[in-house]
């Protein structure tokens, strides 16, 4: 079975004589060089490139072609080469694509001399390069193995040969481009490739979607809103347009283009081909199969697109129905305009003509709903499993090999999002980090989407367990040291919910009891977000005291306003406006009707935070499309360890760190 590799995965090699075989779609050059254990070649002579295509154990093509298959034998590798480097280039001044964000992904797949297959590797996410290295087999302890590596360079096969230190790279770059251009003349492009299912490659020269231009340099954030809460607009896949500007990558390369490249987001209108199409001949999804610079961000925009293509294939078929209603409508209303027809065989021809038509249309729209549904749900099926714990739900076996990150990641998953029409399929909820609203968990009575009106004390419980879950989620994705949890339990009721984060010590302080503890918590936090305002606003992060915690911070508040004065109440609205943009971040657990004796004063605090429920509820409407979507909280599964064990490793972490 051949393995399905993501970029930096690897794979052991069972066998030492193998064909690489490279499918673009367009001429490109194929090349390859040996390096040693640091990854660095010697000379030119240990380079195969088309004016000088051949090296023991390994020979590539003498010219540009769509599809190239180069022969290897690793037993014929001198020993002082540790990797074989495969290099793709686009020719130069062919009149052709001058970078691959403009060509279809190259595959690259290694395979027996038989052709049986052992590996393969798509390479999404390319865009201003015109020089890639696809893949290295390397050799390990005695063995080899091949490893998906992806790396682009804007600057071709210069910039890429001087990165592996070769002497006179540019010298070397131009010798394989000219030997290129004398024999591209004879190369021809290769007909759209087949997918392992059969089908030609899925991936669209441009989007297909209308409004694709308009957003070809757009990030997904600013790809219309995400779901919001009602009157309420917020992205909680991704910021408000209002909070971020245009993404330019930090590499100096310009706007990214975040337009998933291999989807379809416009359903085909009802008709022959809709209904007929067979989910078998959708291409096979792939995981991370979006642009980005990393994989953390492939499968952000992919997770992004997948929310997308949801609410579009919901909208169309939403429209549909009503369209068929509302012709249902007309055509009756015709029909029956003459009095006499209204009544008598007449009046029930018409009607059941019409209701048949109806159904026609209703079923034409289902079936293209359930096409993009299968489809849909074939991608979650690969994309869950391969997301990384910041994205990952709890049940999901990535936090069984936790370890203790070294970089915040891009977003976090706060919980799940689905519509009636697609039950069964989740879309995972995704917050941009650093957070830049609090959080809100709504502990107050409320009829559920199976019209269940919970326990108070019970929906006070697991209000609280969805905030400690999402709080150990921060603590666990962050580096060490990097985000501290404060909490204020007043009444300590939420004892037995809290006990995860008290247990393992992960807490900056034990939770803050009564009156006095809201006090002393709330002013220091306060006091840290004045100190760290003045000194940004003076130019001056550097005055800071000594010994000054510059990690981000998490308030839970739990039972609001039981222990909060006037003062208490202000300080906690303060928080919840200018904590964020300094890195102190506000979670209250609590019910607004609680909060009715203070009027309208704390309507600015519900109104700046995003507000959550315990259990699921269709409260998060989207201003995009219209939709109502179903949120559910990233609970731990009942009876899992997995928290304790992550927080264990995150105070184990702390103590060393200290």
């Known amino acids: ?16 004589r193998v064909e690489i075989r490279i499918s673009v779609g367009v001429p490109v050059v194929a090349v390859a060089t040996l390096s040693d254990e640091n990854g660095k070649a010697h000379g030119v002579d240990w380079v195969a490139h088309p004016g000088a295509p051949a090296l023991p154990g390994l020979e590539v093509s003498r010219q540009a072609a769509a599809d190239h298959r180069l022969a290897v034998d690793l037993a014929a590798m001198p020993e002082t080469a540790h990797r074989v480097n495969v290099l793709l280039a686009l020719p130069a001044g062919a009149g052709g694509p001058v970078r691959f964000g403009a060509v279809a992904a190259p595959s690259v797949a290694v395979t027996g001399l038989d052709g049986t297959g052992i590996a393969r590797y798509t390479l999404v996410g390319l865009d201003a390069e015109s020089a890639v290295i696809a893949l290295e087999l390397y050799r390990r302890q005695g063995a080899w193995k091949v490893r998906a590596v992806g790396q682009g360079y804007s600057g071709g096969l210069a910039e890429l040969f001087a990165d592996q230190g070769l002497p006179q790279a540019a010298e070397l770059a131009g010798s394989i481009q000219e030997a290129v251009s004398r024999g591209l003349a004879r190369s021809i492009p290769a007909p759209p490739r087949p997918t392992a299912d059969g089908d030609v490659s899925r991936r669209p020269a441009q989007p297909t979607y209308p409004g694709a231009a308009a957003r070809e340099a757009t990030p997904a954030s600013h790809q219309g809103p995400g779901p919001a809460e009602v009157q309420q607009p917020i992205a909680p896949v991704s910021q408000t347009p209002s909070t971020q500007g245009p993404a330019t990558s930090s590499l100096g390369g310009g706007p990214i283009d975040y337009t998933h490249p291999n989807r379809r987001s416009e359903a085909p209108p009802p008709g022959p081909q809709g ?19 990393s994989m953390d961000e492939r499968l952000y925009n992919q997770v992004w697109g997948m929310f997308e293509d949801l609410a579009r294939a919901t909208a169309a078929y939403r429209s549909a129905v009503d369209f068929a209603d509302s012709r249902m409508d007309k055509e009756l209303e015709q029909a029956l305009s003459d009095p006499r027809n209204r009544l008598g065989a007449a009046g029930g021809a018409a009607r059941e003509a019409a209701g048949v038509r109806r159904a026609q249309l209703v079923d034409q729209a289902k079936a293209v709903l359930d096409r993009d549904l299968a489809q849909l749900t074939a991608e979650a099926e690969v994309v869950e499993p391969a997301l ?10 990535v936090w069984h090999g936790y370890r203790v990150p070294t970089e915040t990641p891009m977003a976090l998953r706060l919980g799940d999002l689905h519509l009636p029409e697609s039950a069964p399929l989740r879309i995972p909820m995704l917050v941009r980090l650093p957070m830049e609203r609090g959080l809100w968990i709504d502990s107050g009575q409320f009829e559920t989407v199976d019209g269940t009106l919970p326990d108070s004390g019970e929906l006070r419980h697991r209000a609280v367990e969805a905030a400690v879950a999402i709080a150990a989620r921060l603590l666990a994705v962050h580096p060490v040291g990097a985000f501290g949890v404060h909490v204020i339990d007043p009444a300590g009721s939420a004892a037995r919910a809290l006990a995860p984060l008290v247990r393992t010590g992960v807490l900056a302080s034990p939770p803050a009891p009564g009156a006095a503890g809201v006090t002393d918590v709330l002013g220091r936090l306060t006091q840290r977000v004045d100190l760290v305002q003045m000194a ?16 981000q911070q998490l308030l839970i508040v739990n039972d609001f306003p039981h222990g909060f004065d006037d003062r208490a109440v202000t300080q906690l609205r303060y928080l919840a406006d200018e904590g964020p943009s300094v890195g102190v971040h506000l979670l209250m657990v609590a019910d607004r009707e609680d909060a009715t004796a203070y009027g309208p004063l704390l309507d600015p605090l519900w109104r700046s935070l995003m507000r959550l429920t315990p259990l699921p509820d269709d409260h998060l409407a989207d201003p995009w499309v219209g939709h109502a979507w179903t949120y559910e909280p990233a609970l731990v599964p009942p009876g899992s360890e997995v928290l304790h064990q992550v927080l264990t490793q995150v105070a184990a972490a702390a103590t060393k760190y200290t």
Not at 275 to 293: Q, R
Not at 388 to 397: E, F, Q, S, T, V
Request: cysteine-free; overall charge negative; aromatic content about 6%.
């Open 1 to 16: 079975m051949t393995a399905e590799l993501v970029r930096g995965q690897n794979h052991p090699l069972s066998q030492v």
């Open 275 to 293: 209904p007929t199409a067979s989910p078998t001949d959708a291409p096979s999804p792939v995981a991370g199969d979006a642009v980005g610079w």
């Open 388 to 397: 990384p714990p910041a994205y990952a739900g709890w049940d999901n076996p």
């Open 536 to 551: 940004l606003r003076g130019g001056a992060a550097e005055s800071l005291p000594p010994g000054f915690d510059t990690a």
